[in-house]
């Protein structure tokens, strides 16, 4: 007896994730990226703005002030911070560290992780967050 | 026995994916880019820019294209845009497929395409500031 490949599988519904907590957050993790498109689409306003002349980019200024504008960009940011956190613990899985023959508890290689998040933001605030 | 021989011969042809190694790895650095760079860059230009939290002049006119448009500008866009599309692109892709949303070969080219589009325009944006 033969069964076509659609017979053997049935299809899963599209609401299957809704029915698992773990699949909840896996979903919530991949639409991080939904917010980060947004920014990356109003950092190329930006760049086109600057590219043409200093009252275009004020205007873009004002535009990323806009109420939804900063409440998306907010989104952003918290998306972010979220897909670093489950980010992070992967490395260890992929890439175990080792030194001196002793591996490196997961712990330690996460906490560097996030240890580089704060120094490329008190990078960004030597470059602009200075008079 | 004979049942799997049979799918076998008559089951999907699977082609060799050559090309999902390039699509993971520029996923996988341009998730280390969002996890690591981009909460940064949101904070500082997204939402301490426009609520006018910088420091005046932090980012004039003048200041904002001579740090953009230069070759440290070239390299920032890569690291926090064409990257960072490329690990979206990724994303959405395997989300549609997850939702069934579409058909996964359309999907890719779609996705990729945008990415490799909007990659392109980017770095395009930093070296016709480089050259005017």
Partial sequence: MHK??????PPLKRNWWL???FFKLYML?????LPLVFFTLCLLAGMVALLQGADSWQGWIAFMGSPIVLLLNLLALAASLFHAATFFVLFPRVMPLRIAGHSLPDKA???GQWAGVVAVALLFFWLLGRA | MMEKLAINEHGPQHKQAFDEPLWWSLFSAGGVCFAVILPAVILFIAICLPL????????????AS???????????????????LFHAAHRLRHGLFDISVGNDILNKKLMYGAAALLSVLALGLVVAGMLR
């Fill in chain 1, 4 to 9: 076509s490949s659609s017979q053997r599988l």
């Fill in chain 1, 19 to 21: 029915k698992h907590r």
């Fill in chain 1, 29 to 33: 993790r991949e639409a991080t990226v």
């Fill in chain 1, 109 to 111: 290689i996460v906490a």
């Fill in chain 2, 52 to 63: 006018g939290l910088l420091p005046a002049g932090a980012l004039s006119y003048e200041r």
């Fill in chain 2, 66 to 84: 001579n740090l953009l448009f230069s070759v440290p500008g070239f390299l920032f866009v890569g690291a926090v845009v064409c990257l960072p």
